[in-house]
T-cell receptor, first 116, second 113 residues
């Protein structure tokens, strides 16, 4: 399968614990995005990378959140000291960005986080 | 990015055309109309996008009014697998804030047998 993959698909954790999610984009894509989706709402943008550089972070991304894309391929999203309000679906997407602008984003299946 | 307005929900009979409207009255000249859909428990899926002209691909057709203030996504022969939330998104095609998609709540399309 050559689509965007995310692991784990589900994560249950206790409040205060740290969690880390992984996203593997489509291999030739140079842009990678993280979104968060809560129940009944559309996805909300969190941050994005072009290659290994993190170019934009939403105000939704508090200090407890950190994202990396160390070699410009896969990315990780870590949440420290999780809170119940962090419970959501975390979606990763990737796209190719070139001189002609950005192509459409392809999304992974998401990681559903439940904080007890 | 311009704001969009969509009905909360719609129903369609299997085999019939599904016409999903979207209002984007504040759209700017360099903004495209994108449609994504999200089937339950999956990530969003790109459907189609357009600037001024009507567009068609293997999934759907996009009709944009001449003043570009509204558009309609058409699924010509809806199937049960088309039941999903459909998002209409307006964003610039290049530069600016085109790196992100701003989703609203979308339209829940239910295709009935």
């Amino acid at each position: 399968d050559t689509g965007v993959s995310q692991n784990p698909r589900h994560k249950i954790t206790k409040r205060g614990q740290n969690v880390t999610f992984r996203c593997d984009p489509i291999s030739e894509h140079n842009r990678l995005y993280w979104y968060r989706q809560t129940l009944g709402q559309g996805p909300e943008f969190l941050t994005y990378f072009q290659n290994e550089a993190q170019l934009e972070k939403s105000r939704l991304l508090s200090d407890r959140f950190s994202a990396e894309r160390p070699k410009g391929s896969f990315s990780t999203l870590e949440i420290q000291r999780t809170e119940q309000g962090d419970s959501a679906m975390y979606l990763c997407a990737s796209s190719w960005y070139g001189l002609a602008g950005s192509n459409e984003q392809f999304f992974g299946p998401g990681t559903r986080l439940t904080v007890l | 990015d311009a704001k969009t307005t969509q009905p909360t929900s719609m129903d369609c009979a299997e085999g019939r055309a599904a016409n999903l409207p979207c209002n984007h009255s504040t759209i700017s000249g360099n903004e495209y109309v994108y449609w994504y859909r999200q089937i339950h428990s999956q990530g969003p899926q790109y459907i189609i996008h357009g600037l001024k002209n009507n567009e068609t691909n293997e999934m759907a057709s996009l009709i944009i009014t001449e003043d570009r203030k509204s558009s309609t996504l058409i699924l010509p022969h809806a199937t049960l697998r088309d039941t999903a939330v459909y998002y209409c998104i307006v964003r610039v095609g290049s530069g600016g804030s085109n790196y992100k998609l701003t989703f609203g709540k979308g339209t829940l399309l239910t295709v009935n047998p």
